[in-house]
């Protein structure tokens, strides 16, 4: 089955020592989406890549970074955690969002802890 | 700027009970409707969306019509299950943020046995 597929599922990591987060997807869609979500709030869009073409959103913290080296994979980076970094972080996929509105499918999330 | 608002949760019913959750949206041009539903633990699914004024998406006995007039897109359900626990959250995508979800806060549903 097509699907969006997020490694690890659970992460824990230390404060101030980097982090990266996997996202890979089979659907062959050109926009890939990061989202961070915290307990009990909507999830919150960090960035996202039309194809090559990255965008960043104006609130995200440049501890934030993302990698995408071609269509099927997609990196989160931070750089250096803190505490208030501790969240699920999902990824999201469409197949062409200019001038379309097309649905998101999403990731089963990496929960991230920081020690 | 796009907003989305949500019914405030949590929301408990008993198994067999009618749901509606509501949904109200601020947007520019002519948004498409979602809602979402998380299971504990997990990911977002598409529940169910609609494009276009007088839509109506329907998936797993869930229903929700896009209401122009009234700005709404409220979801029902005529008898929900206990597997329906779950967040549940509206969302849009609308004018030059076509690639942009905006979400509402997310509506905690509990069903008891």
């Known amino acids: 089955d097509a699907m969006v597929i997020q490694n690890p599922r659970y992460q824990v990591t230390q404060f101030g020592k980097p982090v990266t987060l996997s996202c890979s997807q089979t659907?062959?869609?050109?926009?890939m989406y990061w989202y961070q979500q915290k307990s009990s709030q909507a999830p919150k869009l960090l960035f996202h890549?039309?194809?090559?073409?990255?965008?960043n959103e104006a609130d995200t913290p440049d501890n934030f970074q993302s990698r995408r080296p071609n269509t099927s994979f997609c990196f989160l980076d931070i750089r250096s955690p803190g505490l208030g970094d501790a969240a699920m972080y999902l990824c999201?996929?469409?197949?062409?969002?200019?001038?379309?509105?097309?649905?998101?499918?999403f990731g089963p999330g990496t929960r991230l802890t920081v020690l | 700027g796009n907003s989305v608002t949500q019914m405030e949760g949590p929301v408990t019913l008993s198994e067999e009970a009618f749901l509606t959750i509501n949904c109200t949206y601020t947007?520019?041009?002519?948004?498409?409707l979602f809602w979402y539903v998380q299971y504990p633990g997990e990911g977002l699914q598409l529940l169910l969306k609609?494009?276009?004024?007088?839509d109506k998406g329907s998936n797993k006995g869930f229903e929700a019509t896009y209401r122009k007039e009234t700005t709404s897109f409220h979801l029902e359900k005529g008898s929900v299950q206990v597997s329906d626990s779950a967040v549940y959250f509206c969302?849009?995508?609308?004018?030059?943020?076509?690639?942009?979800?905006?979400f509402g806060k997310g509506t905690l549903l509990t069903v008891n046995p």
């Open positions: 609609a494009t276009k004024a007088d």
């Open positions: 969302a849009l995508t609308s004018g030059g943020s076509n690639y942009k979800l905006t």
């Open positions: 947007a520019t041009g002519y948004p498409s």
């Open positions: 999201a996929t469409s197949r062409d969002s200019r001038g379309r509105k097309d649905e998101q499918f």
């Open positions: 890549y039309y194809d090559k073409d990255f965008n």
């Open positions: 659907l062959n869609h050109n926009v």
